[in-house]
């Protein structure tokens, strides 16, 4: 049962409508932002952006996050090729609202630093792998029927998509773990009556060390192991 203290800090449904549209809003932007800057492979693209769901996800729960992800994305994938992108619809969309729907999910029933740091390397992984074999398979072989993809075995194909979500995950964690906690720490400490307890009493210095540290040589390892196989 729900106890007083969970009671106390739930957030209206009108603030998480409000949060959702905004995490929408700022998503669309900052990757818009760098839309033009491709993955080693041509398609996919840079985006740092990523800690805007991220902090909406664990500040404003799973639907804040997961759907404020979704639109974001789709916006600015449909802006940057000047109509609605079905490549983003198809793969991107369902992609990042898992990805930050589960981000926001876990953190909300407990948050603490060692916890954002193990959901943020598992759902990047997940997220990327959706959206990254989604977009190959179901956008541009069934879907586009692109012919730089059809002329490809199924094996170069999902060779194709596991870089894809090594390249998002790379280039994503560093942002999502390093970024993200002054955001949360400032947001929880301007706003203390829209979070809960455990955002309240948060700090950086609290972050373990020894686990962010393993976390940020993942994408290091993984960055030279793919250079070393493709020399």
Known sequence: MMN??????????????????????????????????????????????????ALFATIFGPWAGGIGAAL???????????????????????????????????????????????????????ANLIVAFLYVFAFKLLYAQAVAFTELTSDALTVLSVGLTLFWFVTMLPFVLLVTPPLIVAVASAFPSIVSEDLRTIGIKQIPKRLLGLSMLIPGIITISVGLAAT
């Open 72 to 126: 974001g994305t789709l916006i600015a994938d449909s802006a940057k090729h000047g109509g609605l992108y079905f490549g983003s619809l198809l793969a991107a969309v369902p992609g990042n609202f898992v990805g930050f729907f589960i981000f926001g999910y876990v953190l909300r029933k407990k948050f603490n630093w060692a916890r954002f740091v193990s959901v943020a390397n598992v759902t990047l992984v997940v």
């Open 4 to 53: 007083m203290t969970e009671k106390s800090w739930r957030q209206p449904y009108s603030l998480i409508i409000v949060a959702t549209a905004l995490n929408a809003a700022l998503y669309a932007v900052g990757a818009y932002a760098t839309s033009y800057i491709p993955s080693p492979w041509g398609v996919g693209q840079f985006r740092p952006a990523v800690v805007i769901p």
